[in-house]
């Protein structure tokens, strides 16, 4: 009849319980499994103990001369309450205008993503616009034309000869990175360019 | 008998809301002020005592939290209850006292280690207010032994957890008002309380009568 999968849904919610906090069917169910269960019975006495220690503790009071100390402490500051900040007007107008609030949403987003589509997209047209206007073309052509060849060749070398002997074609390894000093051994693409 | 219902008559039709007597502080009455001073300061000393174990802390606190209330009235928004908003202040103090290692200097000053009026501070702990102590002499030592234990128990947890169940089992707040107070969700305020109550009950299981 008790399963351990009761008591391990049950205990968790056995404060609840106490506080009477459950609805009525699950709490005829917990007591169900209470009348069954020994260790959650006795689970549920000791947290039922225990809050009612907690309730029975004196209420503490302050002492008999907290008003005059306060109203001593009060004199050296401006007795007049503050008036709301822009900060707490705006919060105020945000809670008091819910139908403002996608419209509002929606204008920071734009706010928001507009610059940096600038950034990204006009920045972009204005360097291929720079290079366009700086490079002579012919030239450009030709160098890009031989660098291309220089590359293929030093990666057909690097495909057949098979530096690692893993068949991967990977040059950088967490070996080749330690033993360089942590510099890699294979050239930057720059350095291609010397071969 | 007449004269008594009447004036409990007028003290009850005198009684006027929280919200109307922080609209009215908000206009600078220092008399609504008062009232609410007058109103939670028991609550929220008591509160606090059960944070810091220590009545000058508690004391100090308590005063600070009507400070912040005053200084902050005019941005007081009634999405939350008065209530609410000081015990928020409250804890916020307490942790912040925590922090600063303020607290956890025993329980030297503590409400429940004997009144003895003069212990180097003007008599300060001869003037605390605790009620409810029963006048027979053993259940009075009895209480204050147990007392005592109750609390150095509580500040065994670690303030969150702590802050949730004195909410609860000491100042009787719901659920519900706890999660407004902490600002966390519903089923963080039950499970707070949850291991708060197993953790005590491994601290209290001497005092525990089942």
Redesign the interface.
């Known amino acids: 009849m008790t399963s351990m999968l009761d008591c391990k849904k049950i205990q ?5 319980y ?2 009477g ?1 459950l609805d009525g069917d699950t709490a005829w169910n917990f007591k169900l499994h209470l009348s069954s269960c020994g260790v959650c019975s ?1 689970i549920e ?3 039922r ?3 009612n ?3 029975s ?11 005059a ?2 109203a001593q ?2 004199a050296d ?1 401006v ?7 822009l900060l ?1 007007r705006m ?2 107008w945000w ?1 008091d205008a819910p139908y403002a609030r996608p419209a509002v949403t929606s204008g920071l987003a734009v706010a928001a993503i507009l610059p940096a589509a600038f950034i990204v997209f006009g920045g972009r047209t204005a360097v291929t616009a720079t290079k366009a206007s700086t490079a002579p073309p012919a030239i450009t052509t030709a160098s890009a034309t031989s660098g291309d060849s220089t590359m293929e060749q030093v990666w057909a070398e690097h495909a057949s000869s098979d530096p690692l002997g893993d068949g991967s074609g990977l040059l950088l390894t967490p070996t080749s990175l330690q033993t360089d000093g942590g510099t890699s051994s294979v050239p930057a693409p720059d350095s291609l360019q010397s071969f | 008998m007449y004269l008594q219902r009447s004036l409990i008559l007028s003290r009850g039709m005198g009684q006027q809301s929280d919200s109307a007597l922080v609209a009215r ?2 206009k ?1 009455d ?1 008399t609504a002020f ?1 009232e609410i ?2 109103r939670y ?2 609550k929220i ?2 509160y606090l ?2 944070m810091t174990g220590n ?1 000058e802390d ?2 100090d606190l ?2 600070e939290v ?2 912040r209330m ?6 007081f ?1 009634a ?1 939350a209850s008065l209530s609410t908003w000081l015990f928020r202040i409250a804890g916020n103090l307490s942790v912040d006292a925590f922090r600063r290692g303020k607290k956890e200097r025993g329980l030297s000053h503590s ?1 429940d280690a004997p009144v003895a009026g003069g212990d180097g501070e003007e008599g ?1 702990s001869a ?7 029963s006048q027979e002499p053993e259940t009075l030592l009895g ?1 204050k032994e ?2 005592a234990h ?2 150095a128990a509580l500040q065994k947890l670690p303030p969150k957890l702590r802050s949730a ?2 909410l ?3 100042e009787g707040l719901a ?1 519900e008002e706890i999660a407004q107070t902490e600002r966390i969700p519903l089923g963080t305020v ?2 707070r ?2 291991n708060a ?2 953790a ?2 491994e601290h ?2 001497p ?4």
Do not use: M
Request: with cysteine.
């Open positions: 968790p919610r056995l404060s609840e106490v506080d906090a006795r006495s000791e947290l103990a225990t809050t220690l907690l309730r503790l004196p209420e503490a009071g302050p002492s008999l001369d907290f008003e100390k306060l402490r009060l500051q007795l007049q309450p503050r008036s709301p900040s707490d919060r105020d809670y | 502080c908000q600078a220092i008062n001073v007058s300061k028991g000393y008591n005592y059960r009545a508690a004391e308590t005063q009507f400070v005053y200084t902050n009235i005019g941005s928004r999405e409400l300060q003037t605390r207010d605790v009620p409810d102590w209480r147990l007392g109750i609390q169940v004195v609860h089992d000491v659920y039950k499970s309380i949850f109550r197993v005590l009950r209290l299981r005092y525990l009568e089942v």
